[in-house]
C-alpha cells in the first residue's frame, strides 16, 4: 500500500508533523494500518517506534531513517528530502540546519510546492537585497546597473544586483510601474523553521558587515556604542518592549522622506552576558 498521494513529504518542514498526517491519513484509507504494521514494514523491533518519533520522544537516526523511508514506501528523492528534514529538525547548531535546508531547497518538487521559500531564503541571506530595492526605486536608477554599483557600499557584483532584483521581483517587493521600479508591500509567510533559518542568517550578515565597516566608516558617518547594564530578569520583557518601541519611532520618522538620498543600516543587539 502506498501513502495517499495527497500526503507529499515536500509539503513539510518539519518531519514529525509529516509522519503525524501520513499516519493519519494511510490508516484512514486502510484500517489494518497500525504502528506495529510499520515497524514490520520497516524492520523495527519495537512496535511503538513510530509513535514515539511522531511523539517527539525519539529521534532518527541514519539507519533508522533508511528503514522509515522504506516503510514509508518513498523514493529516492523523496528519501533523500526526507533525509535532510530530519536532519535539519534535529540539528543543535544553526550552521548544521542552514546546510541541510539548502539541500532541501534544490529539490525541484518543494521548490514547485513552496515558490516563495527558496527565493525568501536568498533574500534574507544576502545584506544587500534591501539595499538594492531602495535604490531601484530612486529617480536616479533608470535601468543603468553601474550607476547601482557605484551606490552600493561595500561592493558587490554585476551579477549579484541581477539577481537581487530578480529574488525581489519574485517576491513582489518590486514592481515595474510606467518602465520604472516602485516598491510593493508583499506579505511573506513561511514555516517557522524555514523563517528562523533565513532571519538567523540575515542577522548574521549585518553583524558581520557592521564589523567590516567599522573601520572603513569615518566616526563622522556613523554611530557605534555599547552598553554593559546590570538588570534584574523581570526587567529584560520591558527592555526588549522599549527596544521595539524605539525602532518604530524610528521608522516614522525616516518614513516622511520622500526623497532619500543615503541608505543605512541600522543594528540593535541585546544579549544576556551570564547565565
Same mark, same amino acid.
Given at each position: ?24 491519513? %494511510? ?12 515497524? =514490520? ?5 519495537? %512496535? ?6 511522531? =511523539?517527539?520522544?525519539?529521534? $532518527? ?18 528519501? @533523500?528530502?526526507?533525509?535532510?528534514? *530530519? ?17 532541501? #531547497? +534544490? ?5 514547485? $510546492? ?21 535604490? *531601484? ?11 547601482? #554599483? ?9 551579477? +549579484?544586483?541581477?539577481?537581487?532584483? =530578480? ?10 510601474? @510606467? ?6 508591500? %508583499? ?25 567590516? $565597516? ?24 520591558? #527592555? ?8 518604530? @519611532? ?26
Amino acid at each position: 500500500m502506498h501513502k495517499p498521494p495527497s500526503i507529499s513529504v515536500f509539503s513539510y518542514t518539519n518531519y514529525r508533523e509529516f509522519l503525524k498526517d501520513w499516519y493519519q491519513a %494511510t490508516k484512514s484509507s486502510r484500517a489494518s494500518m497500525s504502528f506495529r504494521t510499520f515497524s =514490520e514494514r520497516g524492520g523495527f523491533k519495537s %512496535t511503538n517506534i513510530l509513535k514515539f518519533v511522531m =511523539e517527539g520522544k525519539r529521534n $532518527l537516526t541514519e539507519d533508522s531513517i533508511v528503514k522509515f523511508a522504506t516503510a514509508l514506501k518513498l523514493n529516492k528523492q523523496e528519501s @533523500d528530502f526526507f533525509r535532510n528534514l *530530519v536532519y535539519m529538525n534535529q540539528a543543535e547548531s544553526h550552521d548544521a540546519r542552514d546546510n541541510h535546508y539548502k539541500k532541501m #531547497l +534544490q529539490s525541484k518538487k518543494y521548490g514547485n $510546492l513552496k515558490p516563495i521559500e527558496k527565493n525568501q531564503y536568498e533574500f534574507y541571506s544576502a545584506w544587500y537585497h534591501p539595499v538594492v530595492r531602495e535604490l *531601484v526605486c530612486q529617480d536616479e536608477y533608470k535601468g543603468n546597473i553601474a550607476w547601482l #554599483l557605484s551606490r552600493i557600499h561595500p561592493s558587490i557584483t554585476e551579477t +549579484q544586483a541581477l539577481k537581487s532584483i =530578480e529574488v525581489l521581483e519574485n517576491l513582489g517587493f518590486i514592481r515595474k510601474k @510606467d518602465g520604472k521600479y516602485e516598491q510593493h508591500e %508583499t506579505l511573506i509567510t513561511t514555516g517557522p523553521e524555514s523563517a528562523s533559518i533565513a532571519l538567523h542568517n540575515y542577522h548574521q550578515n549585518m553583524l558581520t558587515l557592521a564589523k567590516e $565597516l567599522l573601520p572603513l566608516v569615518p566616526a563622522a558617518k556613523r554611530d557605534v556604542s555599547a552598553l554593559t547594564l546590570g538588570v534584574a530578569s523581570h526587567k529584560i520583557p520591558e #527592555l526588549k518592549k522599549k527596544i521595539r518601541e524605539f525602532r518604530e @519611532d524610528i521608522l516614522k520618522f525616516v518614513s516622511q522622506d520622500n526623497k532619500a538620498d543615503e541608505i543605512v543600516a541600522l543594528t540593535l543587539q541585546l544579549f544576556p552576558l551570564t547565565k
